[in-house]
């Protein structure tokens, strides 16, 4: 267990829709990392927030946001669905903003299903 | 551009027998970090073994080794006496020591496969 929780496992939305993905970092974690995982794109990198604030940003869709709360949970906030949006959300953090050195601890996933 | 390329999609290897995973970047930066991890068919992502460009000797993690060619830029994981709960995805990555862009990069993943 990394302690970095994810909710909802599993999600099943239709084309249009809007969702809400949920992660608590691990205790004393500052960092989150938001990845999404298809089959096509493979693994990519998102959007990083470092305690409370926007910190980098990858291939994010304007469709897509994103923020972190005091308590240092954040939200990946995906609107106006499309079956490509199908994949496994992940989030990860880490200690700090991200020194060379730093892993990252995933949790394990939402699995997001546009139909 | 960094790039992680890893040009194995799929490895078979023998239970008990050693294994090694490929992988190549390319990056311009002089200060970066090298990483694996590891997905199961459970779908999380765990980590394996860490190496700094400007670390000396190889990384190493119990079964786990890196072997770290900084001048070819590779970074192959070693998997001594595999188990067969060592089948999964595996995926090598890196970061970057620049501001705003200090996230991990991941290769494409290689599958392994251990047979009894």
């Known amino acids: 267990d990394s302690g970095v929780t994810q909710t909802p496992k599993h999600l099943i939305t239709a084309t249009g829709q809007r969702v809400t993905l949920r992660c608590s970092p691990r205790?004393?974690?500052?960092?989150v990392y938001w990845y999404q995982q298809s089959l096509d794109q493979g693994l990519q990198f998102l959007i990083q927030?470092?305690?409370?604030?926007?910190?980098a940003k990858g291939n994010i869709l304007e469709r897509f946001s994103a923020q972190q709360f005091p308590d240092l949970h954040s939200e990946l906030n995906l609107s106006s669905l499309e079956l490509g949006d199908s994949a496994l959300y992940f989030c990860?953090?880490?200690?700090?903003?991200?020194?060379?050195?730093?892993?990252?601890?995933f949790g394990s996933g939402t699995q997001l299903s546009v139909l | 551009a960094q790039k992680i390329t890893q040009t194995q999609p799929g490895m078979f290897v023998q239970e008990k027998e050693a294994v090694t995973l490929d992988c190549t970047y390319d990056?311009?930066?002089?200060?970066?970090?090298l990483f694996w991890y590891k997905q199961p068919s459970s779908g999380e992502m765990i980590f394996l073994i860490y190496?700094?460009?400007?670390?000396?000797q190889n990384a190493t993690e119990g079964r786990y080794s890196l072997n770290f060619q900084k001048a070819r830029k590779s970074a192959n994981l070693v998997i001594s006496a595999s188990q067969l709960g060592d089948s999964a995805m595996y995926f090598c990555?890196?970061?970057?020591?620049?501001?705003?862009?200090?996230?991990?990069?991941f290769g494409t993943g290689t599958r392994l496969t251990v047979i009894p």
């Open positions: 990555a890196m970061r970057l020591d620049q501001t705003g862009a200090n996230n991990l990069f």
């Open positions: 205790s004393g974690d500052l960092s």
């Open positions: 927030y470092y305690n409370g604030e926007e910190r």
């Open positions: 990056t311009s930066d002089p200060s970066y970090g």
């Open positions: 990860a953090s880490s200690v700090s903003s991200g020194a060379t050195n730093e892993k990252l601890f």
């Open positions: 190496q700094g460009s400007y670390d000396q």
